[in-house]
C-alpha cells in the first residue's frame, strides 16, 4: 500500500491507464452479455440495459464493432475517455477522476453512461 503523495507525476498516469485498458475486454462481455440477454428475454439486466440505450441512441450495437473497439481502445494520458461509451458506443466521452479518501481508492467517473472504474491497483 503506498501513500497517496508517492502517487504523483507519471507513475500514476501509468496506472490509470493500465486500469482501464483492462476494462475494455470487460466492457465487450458486457456488450455480448447484454446482447445475449436481449435476445433470451431478459431485457431487464444491467448489461441488456446497457446496450438498450445504446440503440436507443442510434447506434446499432454487434459483438463484431464492440470486439473491434474494446481492441483498440486507446486511452491517452490527460485525456482519458470512458471505456464504456467507447466499446458500447464507438463515443469518446472523457473520464472525469475522484480523488482517493479514506474510504475508497481513486476512481474514473463518465458522466454520460454512469461508469466508475477504480483507477488503483489493489
Ligand atoms: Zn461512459
Request: hydrophobic share 40%; proline share 6%.
Amino acid at each position: 500500500m503506498t501513500t497517496p503523495e508517492a502517487e504523483t507525476g507519471p507513475a500514476l498516469e501509468e496506472l490509470r491507464l493500465a486500469a482501464l485498458l483492462r476494462q475494455a475486454p470487460l466492457e465487450f462481455a458486457r456488450v455480448v452479455y447484454g446482447l445475449n440477454d436481449r435476445a433470451n428475454g431478459r431485457a431487464g439486466t444491467m448489461a441488456a440495459e446497457d446496450v438498450a440505450r445504446t440503440v436507443r441512441q442510434g447506434s446499432l450495437v454487434t459483438r463484431e464493432r464492440a470486439e473491434q473497439r474494446a481492441r483498440g481502445y486507446l486511452p491517452l494520458a490527460g485525456h482519458e475517455h470512458c471505456p464504456r461509451c467507447w466499446v458500447f458506443n464507438g463515443v469518446k466521452t472523457p473520464l472525469h477522476f475522484r480523488d482517493a479518501t479514506e474510504e475508497r481508492p481513486e476512481s474514473a467517473v463518465c458522466k454520460v453512461c454512469g461508469a466508475e472504474y477504480a483507477t488503483a491497483l489493489d
